[in-house]
């Protein structure tokens, strides 16, 4: 089946203006993840959606960055007034629901990514 | 607290050789742990995983790794290394299923 996309694939920019990166997740899972991943660092968590719950933002870096989920499926990632050290590859990935049962984790399927230079 | 080590940044080994990418974790509760494999231009995919089961755990293309937790380690292995397997390789931890943890890649280098 389809996998988790995201769109653009990749995107130049010039400094201050604003971004909107797209995922679409798989169908029926409900959370959904946001990452950065800058040249020779890790996955940087920047924010998670569970279903209908208030999501987790605690990773975002700045009030610049937010994101919002529509009707469940779709999320957008919006980047305003972007500096160059928003540069980085812009993760997104998904998972069935979050039982509280360690046992019964899900696996996240991350999607291409969106490759973000800012100028 | 939630953190995640991988000693090596970069591993060279030679085709047909043991592989070995070492992860340290800490966290605060029972962790389960992760290993994905990132290819050039490709999306992150996972190898393997650990949720208290059993600490022997068995991926895909023939990797495995160990749960220790006296030495809160998850140590990436393959008895042979193959060409393919160059790549980018994350180790991953997570104690409350929402929020993950990822350490900074080593990089597997395969020689023919």
């Known amino acids: 089946g389809a996998g988790v996309s995201q769109s653009p694939s990749n995107k130049v920019t010039e400094k201050g203006k604003d971004v909107e990166l797209r995922c679409d997740p798989i169908s029926g899972h409900t959370a959904l993840y946001w990452y950065r991943q800058s040249l020779g660092q890790g996955l940087e968590f920047l924010i998670y959606?569970?279903?209908?719950?208030?999501?987790?933002k605690s990773g975002l870096p700045s009030d610049r960055f937010s994101a919002e989920r529509t009707g469940g499926s779709v999320s957008t990632l919006t980047i305003q007034r972007t500096q160059q050290e928003d540069s980085a590859v812009y993760l997104c990935?998904?998972?069935?629901?979050?039982?509280?049962?360690?046992?019964?984790?899900?696996?996240?399927?991350f999607g291409p990514g969106t490759r973000l230079l800012v100028l | 607290a939630q953190s995640v080590t991988q000693l090596d940044s970069h591993v060279s080994v030679s085709e047909g050789t043991p592989v070995l990418l070492r992860c340290n974790y800490s966290s605060s509760y029972s962790p389960s742990l992760f290993w994905y494999v990132q290819h050039p231009n490709k999306g992150l995919q996972l190898l393997l995983k650990y949720t208290s089961a059993a600490t022997l755990v068995k991926g895909i293309n023939g990797f495995e790794a160990e749960f220790k937790k006296s030495e809160t380690s998850f140590h990436l292995t393959k008895p042979s290394a193959h060409m393919s397997d160059a790549a980018e390789y994350f180790c991953?931890?997570?104690?409350?299923?929402?929020?993950?943890?990822f350490g900074t890649g080593t990089s597997l280098t395969v020689i023919p």
């Open positions: 991953v931890v997570s104690d409350t299923g929402n929020q993950f943890y």
């Open positions: 990935a998904s998972s069935l629901d979050y039982s509280g049962s360690l046992e019964d984790q899900e696996t996240q399927y």
């Open positions: 959606f569970q279903g209908n719950s208030a999501p987790d």
